[in-house]
């Protein structure tokens, strides 16, 4: 069920982290000082243009013109929908097309980030699912999401959530090179308490999350409360049961103290939204420092699975509630350009063709 395991792309200059910015320099044969110079313009200003870089000698500008890519992917279309919620389209060198979603709130704007094309976990409730996995994205392709969130955002883009299209820890090496450069403080300087990583459950990548210290938080996408039930769904869980992935989610929050973690739970009619299923995820996450997030389950043409009506969602939320958990129901956003959960599925050419 992994990710194809391709070599490591060769790195473009978008998406080095000082270390190598220093390297760079000194290889070019000029002060290490100019990897501040480096990472401030390109992180911090969003400058992809070495002739725009202004502080740094004739000599890196040439050395980086003929070592090293700036080029990055660009925003080839944007599209807004009616509750303030907007989607991009980034064309890449290969053609594909990946998308990103801008998602404003009070005050702050949340940024929705997709990290391969498709995915290779075939949630069966997920329309990313469709289309299986395409390739993995780089961490300079993940950057250039935020590049063109910044540049649409006017300063106000404050949190990274890599809940688009793909599993992040089936891509491990260029997500946490991501999420490491989007947390430098003198790079992009998110908090870390800003950046959200969500997945299906893949232990050794939430395991490796917990031994490096990455500096984000962790979603987990319970979407059930017996092994039955989620390996329908998702078919990871046959590999990584309920009570293991648990217990790896409990040892990531002993190991690094103040952390809570977020559980999403997907919710299907008559699939996993009864009062038992309530309560079995009230013993699931006893004393587990966490936000329960539930997602009324988003359609779409062709899928199987039905939303379950308000007064269900609600029923299943104050079960929570009661038993001291904090649970808040997630509606999803951006429902009319197929922007929410889940919705994320870049067959531009199908769209294109649907729309001949
Ligand atoms: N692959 C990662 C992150 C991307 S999916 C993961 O699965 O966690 C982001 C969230 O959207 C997950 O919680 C997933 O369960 C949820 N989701 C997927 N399809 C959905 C749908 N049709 N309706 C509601 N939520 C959905
Ligand atoms: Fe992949 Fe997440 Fe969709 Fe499952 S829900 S298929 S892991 S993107």
Do not use: W
């Amino acid at each position: 069920m992994s990710a194809k395991q391709s070599p490591e792309p060769p790195l473009s200059l978008i998406g080095m982290s000082h270390a190598e910015m220093v390297d760079l320099c000194l290889r070019a044969g000029v002060k290490a000082v100019h990897a501040d110079h480096l990472r401030a313009a390109i992180y911090r200003h969003g400058i992809t243009d070495i002739d725009r870089i202004g502080d740094i000698p004739q000599r890196l500008k040439t050395y980086i013109r003929s070592h090293a890519d700036m080029t990055l992917p660009a925003c080839s279309a944007s599209q807004g929908s009616r509750d303030g919620t907007r989607k991009l389209l980034l064309a890449m060198s290969d053609g594909k097309e990946v998308e990103t979603v801008l998602i404003p709130g009070k005050g702050r704007i949340t940024q929705c980030i997709s990290t391969q094309v498709g995915c290779a976990v075939g949630c069966t409730f997920c329309l990313t699912a469709t289309a299986g996995l395409t390739r993995n994205l780089t961490a300079s392709e993940m950057l250039a999401e935020v590049m063109a969130g910044r540049q649409q955002t006017d300063g106000q883009l404050r949190n990274l959530v890599l809940m688009g299209m793909g599993e992040p820890l089936h891509n491990y090496e260029q997500v946490a090179r991501f999420v490491r450069i989007v947390t430098d403080p003198r790079g992009m300087a998110f908090s870390p308490r800003r950046v959200t990583l969500s997945t299906s459950g893949m232990i050794p990548g939430i395991r490796r999350m917990t031994e490096e210290n990455l500096p984000c938080n962790l979603a987990l996408s319970l979407n059930a409360t017996t092994d039955e039930v989620r390996s329908k769904i998702i078919p990871l869980n046959r590999k990584y049961p309920i009570g293991e992935l648990m217990q790896c989610i409990r040892d990531y929050i002993g190991r690094r103290g103040d952390k809570r973690v977020l559980i999403e739970y997907v919710m299907l009619a008559g699939v996993n939204d009864s009062i038992a299923d309530a309560r079995r995820l009230v013993t699931l996450l006893d004393g587990l420092k966490c936000t329960v997030n539930l997602l009324p389950f988003n359609p779409y043409p062709g899928s199987a699975f039905r939303r379950p009506d308000d007064a269900t969602v609600e029923q299943f939320r104050d079960i929570l509630i009661r038993a001291s958990l904090v649970a808040v129901i997630r509606q999803s956003r951006g429902r009319d350009i197929s922007a929410a959960c889940g919705q994320l599925k870049t067959d531009v050419r199908q769209k294109r063709a649907a729309s001949l």
